[in-house]
């Protein structure tokens, strides 16, 4: 089955500055990749996507990488605001089921 | 995003007796929804996945008459913890997949806590 590693498990960053979590995976199968960010004692929520025909998508101040060829996707938050202070969880889907990072505890120091 | 609401959020109860958990999908129909377990500051366990009409699919060492899905319609599925003990004590989060079954994107509900004392 698929395996997803999601690195680091704990960053922080200076308000302003930029935060990148980074994510493997193992199913060439894969082909949707979200990510979600949670917030204390509520559910996740999705934050972005991208598909596995599309390297890069951007959406304001998130953006999210893909390398098939190296099975990796990234997340970059820029000019990042004490709310955006989570923890992120990135997935991978090869069908119907989605497998999960073990998240990263983002703190954004004001 | 589509709303995918859970209820209730947070319950307590005694040692023994069940909880009943329901997920509804607000704006869309799920013929797929799933449920998970997180413990704190840890990732998402999936428990089962809900199919409409048909029996779950549990995920290996998830107790199936232990934590019970009924998926009765295209918008609400229900886990009950039966009998439930401490231990049982977690956070329970469902989800439900908009669009295609291996296309759509995932939307979870606000999560319920449930504590048994």
């Known amino acids: 089955g698929e395996n997803v590693e999601q690195h680091p498990s704990t960053l922080s960053v200076q308000e302003g500055d930029s935060a990148v979590i980074k994510c493997t995976y193992s199913?060439?199968?894969?082909?949707?990749f979200p990510w979600y960010k949670q917030e204390l004692g509520k559910g996740p929520q999705l934050i972005i996507d991208?598909?596995?025909?599309?390297g890069e998508k951007k959406d304001q101040r998130i953006a999210v990488t893909l390398n098939k060829t190296a099975k990796h996707f990234s997340l970059h938050i820029t000019e990042t605001q004490p709310e955006d202070s989570a923890v992120y969880f990135c997935a991978a889907s090869p069908g119907n089921q989605f497998y999960f990072g073990t998240g990263t505890s983002l703190t954004v120091i004001p | 995003g589509a709303v995918v609401s859970q209820h209730p959020s947070r319950v307590i109860c005694k040692s023994g007796t069940s909880v009943k958990i329901e997920c509804r999908s607000l704006d869309f129909q799920a013929t797929t929804m799933f449920w998970y377990r997180q413990f704190p500051k840890q990732s998402l366990m999936l428990m089962a996945t809900?199919?409409?009409?048909?029996?779950?699919?549990?995920e290996q060492g998830v107790e199936k008459d232990k934590f019970l899905i009924n998926h009765a319609s295209l918008t609400l599925s229900t886990l009950t913890v039966t009998s439930a003990h401490p231990e049982d004590s977690s956070f329970y989060i469902c989800s439900a997949r908009v669009g295609g079954a291996n296309t759509g994107e995932l939307f979870f509900g606000e999560g319920s806590r449930l504590t048994v004392l």
């Open positions: 809900s199919n409409e009409g048909s029996k779950a699919t549990y």
């Open positions: 991208i598909r596995s025909n599309v």
């Open positions: 199913d060439s199968a894969s082909n949707y």
